[in-house]
């Protein structure tokens, strides 16, 4: 109980501070969102339209600091996080749940797919060290990582794409496919997700791969896994139950921290492939000084960091108790 609780806390805490410092620093930026959006045109700027912009963005600049704080407190509770400045007058919100799934299909599966795939290899690696499998892949698969992704993504693009015609070589889906819960739509989603998938599959597993396959190494000279052979246990329980269970452990926080930021979306990955996702979103609204939308991202950001270290936090202790016992 202990444990749980002071992990709360400072969920809690470092909560309550990413909400205040995003409350407070596009404020002690010049200008407003309404300022941003009327620079873009040339004359002078009548008060009742900029008063009206004001208004549409939920603006007030006759409220004090305090006061203006709890109202922004209450509309994160409401989910209302004004209205964007790039997708002028639709509110912030409804964008973000627009792009969001995007993302999660995307870079959230395979950043899971590429985690279970390399601890896997790595462990199996690392338990037949010296033989085929970890001669072979490990090191492949380290060279592909350190790949810049923009370069082994425009490759792809170039040979299986434009070359092979195999799969499209950008976008979500095609614009002609009627979107809905349909096989067609589906087929189609997928068939755009296959490249971005696959270069981000093959420029991230390689660390995955490389740190469970050190981690086991390590495990394996311990004296619990000499004992458990000395019992005369069989090798797949020794290799899941006493070395892969240890040895993943370091790997979880990183798997937490990788997954809590794929709510970022991979930036240059939906650059690059022209993906409507969050990442694209982020992009968008930096370029456009959109600090409603920025706002809400980096919120959105946040919470989603601290969610998956909690739950890496959680797993942890339950894979060993001894965590447990130290906190």
Known sequence: MRFVLRRLGFFVVTLWAAVTLNFLIPRLMPGNAALAMMSRYKGRIQPQAMHALEIAFGIHTHQSLPAAYFTYLGNIARGHFGISLTFFPDAVSHQVLQALPWTLGLVGLTTVIAFLLGTLIGLVAAWRRGGFLDGALPPIFVITSAFPYFWLALLAIWFFSIKL???????????????????????????????PAFTILITSIGGWILTMRNNTISVLAEDYVRMARAKGLKPWRIM????????????????????????????????????????????????????????????????????????????????????????
């Open 240 to 327: 899941w139950t006493y070395a892969g269970r240890n040895a993943i452990l370091p790997n979880l926080a990183g798997f937490a921290m990788s997954l809590g930021f794929v709510v970022s979306g991979a930036i240059l990955v939906e650059f690059v492939f022209n993906y409507p996702g969050v990442g694209w979103m982020f992009l968008q609204s930096v370029e456009n000084q959109d600090y409603a939308l920025m706002q809400a991202l980096f919120l959105l950001l946040t919470v989603a960091v601290l969610v998956a270290i909690l739950v890496a936090d959680g797993a942890t202790a339950l894979l060993d108790p001894r965590t447990r016992d130290s906190s």
């Open 165 to 195: 015609g195999w799969v499209p070589e950008s976008g979500g889906y095609d614009v002609t496919t009627t979107i809905g819960w349909s096989w067609t739509f589906i087929g189609d989603v997928l068939r755009h997700s296959i490249l």
